[in-house]
């Protein structure tokens, strides 16, 4: 009877064992492991970042302006005497600089530039001494400037000031008709200053573009202008306008963050 009962248990116990083993195999299809996902990810507009260096091209249209002023007697014309000569022409040129943000949206940066200046230009006056006619003459081949921005910044688009100083190479010359004495010419550097601002827009990781008006001062200088020996001091003064295209290519990893940060997901 003992042996009997330890058989039946036996067998009880083997029995259980045997159907709980196959219990997830027969049941598979009713028992599914949980699954965890991650909550979603807010979303990261792009952010464009202005800081870095960057250099360009424009072309544009320039408006040089002489107001030449007797300031002495003596001469063709009488002391106080305003003439004034001008040129509009074709303009283009090279620029480069740096940008940094110092606030979420404020930009300070430092530009130089260098244009090329492609046109002269010379106007007749007639003189207190009928029939002699003065000729003066300008020519500048290039414009040089080094300055200062600050810009407001949303996302791509930047719009800024800038100021600072300027460098224009001049060249003057007059001669009488009829032809007498000797013509006056004279070549130097002028320097002054130039302010403006613009529009500049990122439509790219490395690119940018703007449009910019610039009017630029070179004060005023005076030159004896003179013929057969006699001299009349005149005042030049000098300024122009600027209105220009460009282009820029901006070096990222020069100092500069990322331009377009990208959105971060996780997948489990």
């Known amino acids: 009877m003992k042996k009997l009962l330890l058989a039946s248990v036996a067998f009880t116990v083997a029995t259980s064992a045997a159907m709980a ?12 492991a949980p699954v965890y996902k991650a909550p979603p990810m807010p979303y990261i507009p792009p952010v464009y970042d202005w800081t870095g260096l960057y250099i360009g091209g424009h072309v544009g249209w320039g408006h040089m302006r002489d107001a030449m002023t007797t300031q002495a007697a003596g001469g063709f014309f009488a002391p ?14 090279l620029q480069g600089g740096y940008n940094f943000m110092v606030a979420p949206h404020i930009l300070l940066g430092f530009e130089g530039e260098f244009t090329w200046l492609t046109k002269g230009y010379s106007a007749n006056f007639a003189t207190n001494a009928p029939p002699t006619v003065l000729t003066n003459t300008g020519n500048s081949d290039w414009v040089a400037t080094a300055a200062g921005r600050l ?7 930047l719009i800024y000031a800038k100021g600072g100083g300027a460098w224009l190479d001049a ?7 009829p032809a007498a004495g000797v013509p006056f010419s004279s070549s130097n550097v002028r320097t002054g200053y130039v302010v403006g601002g613009g529009l500049e827009y990122g439509f790219s990781q490395n690119w940018s573009a703007k449009a910019e008006y610039a009017y630029l001062d070179f004060g005023t200088n005076t030159y004896n202008v003179g013929f057969g020996g006699a001299t009349t001091a005149t005042g030049y003064k000098t300024d122009m306008q600027q209105v220009k295209l460009g282009l820029n290519y901006r070096f990222n990893g ?6 377009l940060a990208e959105p971060i997901s996780t997948k489990y």
């Open 171 to 177: 060249k003057y010359g007059a001669y009488q008709t």
């Open 151 to 157: 810009g407001y910044a949303n996302d791509n688009m």
């Open 80 to 93: 106080g005497t305003v003439n004034v000569m001008s040129s509009d022409q074709l303009i283009a040129g």
């Open 21 to 32: 083993a196959d219990y997830p195999v027969r049941h598979k299809r009713y028992v599914k």
């Open 254 to 259: 020069f100092g500069g963050a990322p331009l």
